[in-house]
């Protein structure tokens, strides 16, 4: 049972643009979500987290919203660059947990 | 500070042979993690161990699969008479503390069963 999900295998974004990645989740006890960014042969980078008790972090280029009553969080870059092409993976965790669970990816490619 | 080190970075069995893979967590940390990803799939959580303790085993199939993080050395995930269904990516992280914050990953394994 996937407990989160992102929708969208793939992602194509002009470079200069917003990149907006989506991620839905099924349970509502999970309490701290984080981004990874992952390059081929490469293992998963941490890029940004949020806690359940906010709505938006903010570093850099990225920011991450969370909507609780949809469940859904997103992942905004913005201005995207070449160098940001990579799968990115979204996680959550339970807070008397010991594990991430991870969607399965979204694969963005940002065009020059 | 060199980063969680996995070795080997590929590796190719038979059906029927063991594999071993190996992960040193970063220095400092002694919380260590397997994940595996299967093709197409995201990371799925195996084991959770602390030095010469598994605390959580919860994601780990019930046979052919175990894990250890001696005293001294590497954790070990060991994979027993490979089947073709175990090919994939495995990654280890590992943690200073309780993961809530995130931790790091390794470059991963890649194991092949032919």
């Known amino acids: 049972d996937q407990q989160v999900k992102q929708n969208s295998p793939s992602l194509s974004v002009q470079e200069g643009r917003i990149s907006i990645l989506n991620c839905d989740y099924t349970?509502?006890?999970?309490?701290?979500f984080l981004w990874y960014k992952k390059y081929p042969a490469e293992g998963p980078t941490f890029l940004i987290s949020i806690s359940s008790i906010k709505d938006k972090n903010e570093d850099g280029r990225f920011t991450v919203f969370l909507n609780k009553s949809a469940k859904h969080l997103s992942l905004h870059i913005v201005p995207s660059q070449p160098g940001d092409s990579a799968v990115y993976f979204c996680a959550a965790s339970l807070n008397t947990g010991n594990q991430f669970y991870f969607g399965t990816g979204t694969s963005l490619t940002v065009i020059p | 500070n060199a980063g969680v080190m996995q070795n080997p970075r590929h590796l190719v069995r038979r059906r029927g042979q063991e594999a071993r893979l190996r992960c040193s967590p970063m220095k400092g940390h002694s919380h260590v993690y397997w994940y595996r990803q299967l093709p197409e799939e995201g990371l799925k959580f195996m084991v959770y161990?602390?030095?010469?303790?598994?605390?959580?085993e919860s994601g780990m199939p019930k046979e052919r699969f175990s894990a250890e993080f001696p005293k001294e050395g590497p954790s070990i995930l060991r994979i027993q008479q490979v089947v073709r269904g175990d090919s994939a990516a495995y990654f280890c992280a590992s943690s200073a503390g309780l993961p809530h914050y995130g931790y790091t990953f390794g470059s991963g394994t890649r194991l092949t069963v032919v």
């Open positions: 161990l602390q030095k010469e303790n598994i605390i959580d």
């Open positions: 349970n509502s006890m999970f309490d701290y």
